[in-house]
């Protein structure tokens, strides 16, 4: 008997395209919508119901949706809202999107087909009009990306807010020129980081260019090896805002390699007040917020959307906090 996979390898397209064209999705080019039926009829494939109707009955089950699991931050968010969501009663699926559209369209597909009653979305590369889209009624609630709640329950952190206390305190120490590292700049997350970065520069009267932006910086190496490019040229930073603390640890790393002294020389700030703050020499100084209240605020919103209610989206931001030690 053929399946989805005999489809999509018969039409040439990905299996989740072939899943779009059974359920009448609209997101689907008609040269490949056409593929698809073509392919349905040499094989004379019938669909299975039975199957179709299992997946429209609830099954306790929430998906996670992270953009990789070995990031300190999203393993330690996945960690919490996991147990959140356990002590509620449902059992919990992790999906890894590695930052591509085309994994994160699959999820919003196994969404629609009911595989997970529901999707915590923790990081998105789509705006949310086109998530929305993407998922029509089912159930999403966000839990700290930067949407605006016009579609989902969002519940996370002011992120603009935190950047600008932290470039204001470095500025504030006399640290100029800075640099501020992302993890994705796509984000939109990681656009409102930037906004706050930019926005302590203007009240400061200081120019914030661009090439201040560093994109892609996600690990330990990846602080690294951004800190030896930037710590050995002509004019260095004299701060920076680093996007996790697991960055800054690696740009702290680095300017010690390089026999630069902090935070006389270059100060840093990171992101999440992670345990790793206090085993670096210097101690870090980082961005906290309340992670537990996040997670208990987001699960009460998503239990009473899978009890059938059908409030107005909610937007909730969390106010963060500078933890300040010894690197700045």
Known sequence: MPTILDIARVSGVSKSTVSRVLNHHPHVSEDSRRKVEEAIKELSYVRN??????????????GIVVPLLDHPYFSRLAGILTKTCRDAGYKMVIHQTFFSQDAESEIYDALIHKEVDALILTHS??????????????????????????????????????????????????AFPLIFCGDDMDSPLQQKRWEGFKRAHAHHGLECADTCCHNKVITIEDGVALGEERFLTASPPKGIVAGSDFVAAGLLAAANAVGLSVPEDVKIIGFDDHPICLTTSPTLSS??????????????????????????????????????????
């Open 49 to 62: 119901l039975r199957g179709v109707q299992l997946r429209l009955q609830r099954n306790h089950t929430i």
């Open 287 to 328: 961005i906290s917020y309340a992670l537990d209240e996040i997670a208990l605020d987001l699960m009460g919103r998503l239990t009473q959307r899978l009890q059938g209610k059908n409030p107005e989206p909610l937007l909730i931001k969390r106010k963060p906090w500078l933890v300040r030690r010894g690197s700045s």
């Open 125 to 174: 590369t789509f705006a949310e009009d086109e998530i929305k889209s993407r998922v029509q009624d089912q159930i999403v609630v966000v839990c700290n990306e930067q949407f605006d709640g016009a579609h989902f329950d969002t519940v996370g952190v002011d992120e603009e807010e935190a950047t600008f206390i932290a470039t204001d305190h470095l500025l504030h120490q006399g």
